[in-house]
């Protein structure tokens, strides 16, 4: 069982910048893929950004070039630097880690982006 406990999400308007953790459980976080998803009122879930163990990372087209995701594995910690941040941005984000026998989501954090 993996826990997964997201924070940083707020208000911010346009423009503005805002970063995301989340904090799993787990002896073997370095091992796993984790990722940030988001889903907007009315639309489905999407792939914000991932990050493997190895550290690869890749971006959904929309954020790309102003989103940044790392990890931190002494800390159990995935992080979401999120810049530019424009009004479409404004979802709940969650995060979810990838093992090899399943996958497991966090309760999801808001982010309203104003204009």
């Known amino acids: 069982q993996v826990q997964l406990v997201e924070s940083g999400g707020g208000l911010v308007q346009a423009g503005g910048s805002l970063r995301l953790s989340c904090a799993a459980s787990?002896?073997?976080?370095?091992?796993?893929?984790m990722s940030w998803y988001r889903q907007a009122p009315g639309k489905q879930r999407e792939l914000v950004a991932g990050?493997?163990?190895?550290?690869?990372?890749n971006y959904g087209d929309s954020v790309k070039g102003r989103f940044l995701i790392s990890r931190d594995n002494a800390k159990n910690t995935v992080y979401l630097q999120m810049n530019n941040l424009k009004p479409e941005d404004t979802a709940v984000y969650y995060c979810?880690?990838?093992?090899?026998?399943?996958?497991?989501w966090g309760q999801g954090t808001q982010v309203t982006v104003s204009s």
């Open positions: 979810n880690a990838r093992l090899i026998y399943g996958e497991y």
């Open positions: 787990g002896r073997y976080f370095s091992t796993y893929t």
């Open positions: 990050i493997t163990s190895g550290s690869v990372t």
